[in-house]
Each structure stands twice: as structure tokens, then as C-alpha cells.
């Protein structure tokens, strides 16, 4: 269970018998790839602690400093798998990321149509002839009731709407509606000072409509009589209950269809494929196509096994002849690439990769760490970058391999 930082401090003082248990820059590697977080560590607000002698699986708390000000605690586990599918700079703090949420608008009142507006606008004649009758303003209710001048006004009480399941499991805390019916049995001989409260007069009447009295000769219930009482309003009935539809499982999405029937690793063309918008990724791969020949303009690789709803992957730059998957991995302008999730996601990648009969090569940059035996970490994209990846490729395919592919 996770603790203060100055009370792990001291467990950890104690319990490896040293007075600093964790030098100055001991984790200083493993704090690299995450630059947003260095940023966002403040020491004046963790004890004196510095970044560098916290281990990124410590189970403690923390007191982080957001870019706008805002101060969190969280722990260094939670805080490196903070960003999810959202590439926003507000994903690394828990205040930010609610206030960039869009929020649902507030619920308006039902608006008339366009042509009753402009029917009721130029003055139907024997429009106000009749009484008006109200419209159906749900489609629940029969068909919508005109007025003799043919214009449909608009109900001013919309239905009842039922109470929403709370999204965290918990007991909602919406007060629920009353049920039809006076607050308490009519008894002449209860004075008003001695009424039950509600809770207890609803109890009372579910038991008294659950069994019948004792002594009492009254037939069962049957479906005739269930059907004939009306449900309270709020409470779902049992259909509605048994209607909902369950959140499909991982196991039970559906695969994209758009993949071709194709043996598992084989490239082509994949017509889901994102276009590349890195003008480094075009730049690396201007530069190989320079020096090694391969086929170009395919993006895709078929694998065995579903990969995000997809039978197929994507790689940066795909060399078919040699089936060698190029990828160049940055952390991003605001940190969140290939870090927490995203390093997760790209380790199943490789996975899928390696089972189809493919290796991958990894350029890491930005001091994040490698993945694979083949990776290869750079300061950036250099003069070289190309030479290094080739002799990475020798080292798989064999320098026979891909001499015979180099641009003369």
C-alpha cells in the first residue's frame, strides 16, 4: 500500500541500514524517457528527496507540479501510465486532463418545429378556431394530435425521464421519485402526528402487496393484475432490465474486414494504415531509400493474432525483401510517445512481428530505452543513423543478404 515519502524514506533508511539508502542519480537512467516528469518533480514539496533516488516501482506518494500550476499526489507507477489514447499536453495531470474533457451540455426545453414556427408566423387562418391539443412529444405516445388549423404545438411537459445506472457501481445519489399515491395509507383512526415516515410506509407496502394478509382469502396474483399496476416512475421494469445491452468483451470485438485473405506475414498495402506525418520518419526513409533498394509504398504486415481490432500492423518503413520492420521512436513534443501504455503497445508489436517470421529495429531517441536485441538508441537523426542501421541489418539477414540490395 503506498505510504509518505518520509515515512518510506525512513523504512528504507532502516531497513538497508544506511543513512541515504538511495545515492543521487541512482535511477537518473530510468527517470530519462520521461522528461515531462522530471519536470513536473518539485523536491521542496517531497522532503528534500530528489527525483534520481526514487525507483520508478517505489509504492510511494508523491507531490507533483503541473505546467498551470497544479499540485497532485500520485505515485511514480500511476503517473508514467497516466496519458491514454488522448495526445494532449493536459494528459500528465489529473486537473488538466478533467477541464480539457468536453462536458455534456445542460438539457434544454423541447423546441417546435421549423414549419409549425413558420405556420404559426403567418398566421394560419382557423388556427385559433379550436383548442389546441397537445403533440406527442415522445415516441411512446400515439400518433402526434393537430388543431383544426393543421399547426402542431409543442408539450410543455415533457415524460418523465428514468433514473441513470451510476458509472461507478456505486448507489446513485439522485433522490428517486415518489411513488403515485398518498405519503401514507389512509387510516381514520391514525391522527397526522403518528403518519410513518415515507421509507417505512414503502416497505410496508411492498410487503403488504408481496403477500396477502393473514386469514385473507385473496387469490394469487397473476400476470393480468401484474400488467394492470402501474411501475413507478424511475424504477426500470424487469424488461428493461433483461433489454440492456452488455459491453462487448476484448475476446468478442469484431476484426476489421478490410485486412486480405493473405498468409500471416506477408506485406501490402493496407488501405487502414495511418500516412505518415513525421517529416523525420520521411527524411530516414529518403535516406535508405538512397542506399538500399526495396520495394516501396507498403505499410502493412499480415500476423496471426488481432492487433487493436486489426489482423495486421504498421510499421515505419517495411523491407519486404529482407522482412525487417523499421521503427523511429520518439517520446513526442509533449512526452507522451512510446512511454507507460504506448511502450506496452509497442512491445506486443514486436511480438507480433516476431511470430510472423519478422525482426524489427528499433531507433530510439530521446534517451528512451530499448526494446529488442536490434535496437538502436541515437541522439537523433544523423549522418550516422543509415550506416549504423545497415550494419544492424548485416548482423540479422547476413552481410550477403543485404550487400546484394545496396545501391551501387
Same mark, same amino acid.
Given at each position: 500500500?503506498?505510504?509518505?515519502?518520509?515515512?518510506?524514506?525512513?523504512?528504507?533508511?532502516?531497513?538497508?541500514?544506511?543513512?541515504?539508502?538511495?545515492?543521487?542519480?541512482?535511477?537518473?537512467?530510468?527517470?530519462?524517457?520521461?522528461?515531462?516528469?522530471?519536470?513536473?518533480?518539485?523536491?521542496?514539496?517531497?522532503?528534500?528527496?530528489?527525483?534520481?533516488?526514487?525507483?520508478?516501482?517505489?509504492?510511494?506518494?508523491?507531490?507533483?507540479?503541473?505546467?498551470?500550476?497544479?499540485?497532485?499526489?500520485?505515485?511514480?507507477?500511476?503517473?508514467?501510465?497516466?496519458?491514454?489514447?488522448?495526445?494532449?499536453?493536459?494528459?500528465?495531470?489529473?486537473?488538466?486532463?478533467?477541464?480539457?474533457?468536453?462536458?455534456?451540455?445542460?438539457?434544454?426545453?423541447?423546441?417546435?418545429?421549423?414549419?409549425?414556427?413558420?405556420?404559426?408566423?403567418?398566421?394560419?387562418?382557423?388556427?385559433?378556431?379550436?383548442?389546441?391539443?397537445?403533440?406527442?412529444?415522445?415516441?411512446?405516445?400515439?400518433?402526434?394530435?393537430?388543431?383544426?388549423?393543421?399547426?402542431?404545438?409543442?408539450? /410543455?411537459? #415533457?415524460?418523465?425521464?428514468?433514473? =441513470? *445506472? !451510476?458509472? @461507478? &457501481?456505486?448507489?446513485?445519489?439522485?433522490? $428517486? +421519485? %415518489?411513488?403515485?399515491?398518498?405519503?401514507?395509507?389512509?387510516?381514520?383512526?391514525?391522527?397526522?402526528?403518528?403518519?410513518?415516515?415515507?421509507?417505512?410506509?414503502?416497505?410496508?407496502?411492498?410487503?403488504?402487496?408481496?403477500?396477502?394478509?393473514?386469514?385473507?382469502?385473496?387469490?394469487?396474483?397473476?400476470?393480468?393484475?401484474?400488467?394492470?399496476? /402501474?411501475? #413507478?416512475?424511475?424504477?426500470?421494469? =424487469? *424488461? !428493461?432490465? @433483461? &433489454?440492456?445491452?452488455?459491453?462487448?468483451? $476484448? +475476446? %468478442?470485438?469484431?476484426?476489421?474486414?478490410?485486412?486480405?485473405?493473405?498468409?500471416?506475414?506477408?506485406?501490402?498495402?493496407?488501405?487502414?494504415?495511418?500516412?505518415?506525418?513525421?517529416?523525420?520518419?520521411?527524411?530516414?526513409?529518403?535516406?535508405?531509400?538512397?542506399?538500399?533498394?526495396?520495394?516501396?509504398?507498403?505499410?502493412?504486415?499480415?500476423?496471426?493474432? #488481432?492487433?487493436?481490432?486489426?489482423?495486421?500492423?504498421?510499421?515505419?518503413?517495411?523491407?519486404?525483401?529482407?522482412?525487417? +520492420?523499421?521503427?523511429?521512436?520518439?517520446?513526442?513534443?509533449?512526452?507522451?510517445?512510446?512511454?507507460?501504455?504506448?511502450?506496452?503497445?509497442?512491445?506486443?508489436?514486436?511480438?507480433?512481428?516476431?511470430?510472423?517470421?519478422?525482426?524489427?529495429?528499433?531507433?530510439?531517441?530521446?534517451?528512451?530505452?530499448?526494446?529488442?536485441?536490434?535496437?538502436?538508441?541515437?541522439?537523433?537523426?544523423?549522418?550516422?543513423?543509415?550506416?549504423?542501421?545497415?550494419?544492424?541489418?548485416?548482423?540479422?539477414?547476413?552481410?550477403?543478404?543485404?550487400?546484394?540490395?545496396?545501391?551501387?
Amino acid at each position: 500500500m503506498p505510504e509518505p515519502i518520509a515515512a518510506w524514506w525512513a523504512r528504507r533508511r532502516t531497513s538497508r541500514g544506511l543513512a541515504v539508502p538511495y545515492p543521487v542519480g541512482s535511477y537518473r537512467e530510468a527517470w530519462a524517457s520521461y522528461p515531462v516528469l522530471v519536470r513536473q518533480y518539485r523536491p521542496e514539496h517531497n522532503g528534500g528527496i530528489v527525483l534520481s533516488q526514487i525507483p520508478p516501482a517505489a509504492d510511494v506518494w508523491l507531490c507533483w507540479l503541473c505546467d498551470a500550476g497544479h499540485v497532485f499526489v500520485a505515485t511514480p507507477d500511476e503517473q508514467r501510465h497516466r496519458p491514454g489514447r488522448e495526445r494532449r499536453r493536459s494528459s500528465w495531470c489529473p486537473e488538466c486532463s478533467e477541464l480539457a474533457a468536453p462536458r455534456a451540455l445542460p438539457m434544454r426545453p423541447p423546441m417546435a418545429p421549423a414549419a409549425v414556427v413558420r405556420a404559426q408566423a403567418a398566421g394560419v387562418p382557423g388556427q385559433d378556431s379550436g383548442a389546441p391539443v397537445q403533440a406527442a412529444a415522445g415516441p411512446g405516445r400515439a400518433g402526434a394530435a393537430r388543431s383544426p388549423g393543421g399547426a402542431v404545438p409543442v408539450d /410543455p411537459s #415533457p415524460p418523465p425521464r428514468r433514473r =441513470r *445506472a !451510476s458509472s @461507478t &457501481g456505486l448507489p446513485s445519489t439522485t433522490p $428517486r +421519485a %415518489a411513488p403515485p399515491g398518498p405519503p401514507f395509507p389512509a387510516d381514520p383512526a391514525r391522527r397526522p402526528e403518528q403518519a410513518p415516515p415515507l421509507a417505512s410506509w414503502s416497505t410496508t407496502a411492498r410487503r403488504s402487496e408481496s403477500a396477502p394478509p393473514l386469514g385473507s382469502t385473496s387469490a394469487p396474483r397473476t400476470d393480468a393484475t401484474r400488467a394492470s399496476r /402501474p411501475d #413507478p416512475v424511475g424504477q426500470p421494469t =424487469r *424488461a !428493461s432490465r @433483461t &433489454g440492456r445491452v452488455a459491453r462487448p468483451t $476484448r +475476446a %468478442a470485438r469484431p476484426v476489421c474486414d478490410k485486412t486480405p485473405a493473405l498468409p500471416t506475414g506477408t506485406p501490402f498495402v493496407s488501405a487502414c494504415a495511418p500516412k505518415p506525418a513525421s517529416a523525420v520518419e520521411a527524411e530516414l526513409r529518403a535516406e535508405l531509400t538512397a542506399r538500399l533498394e526495396f520495394e516501396p509504398g507498403l505499410n502493412a504486415v499480415r500476423v496471426g493474432r #488481432p492487433f487493436f481490432d486489426h489482423v495486421e500492423v504498421w510499421p515505419d518503413i517495411v523491407l519486404s525483401e529482407l522482412r525487417v +520492420a523499421i521503427e523511429y521512436d520518439s517520446t513526442g513534443r509533449h512526452g507522451l510517445e512510446h512511454v507507460g501504455h504506448r511502450e506496452t503497445a509497442d512491445r506486443r508489436k514486436d511480438a507480433a512481428l516476431r511470430a510472423a517470421g519478422w525482426e524489427v529495429v528499433r531507433l530510439r531517441t530521446g534517451k528512451l530505452p530499448p526494446l529488442g536485441p536490434h535496437d538502436l538508441q541515437l541522439s537523433g537523426l544523423t549522418r550516422q543513423t543509415v550506416p549504423l542501421l545497415l550494419d544492424e541489418l548485416r548482423a540479422i539477414r547476413g552481410p550477403l543478404l543485404v550487400d546484394a540490395y545496396l545501391r551501387r
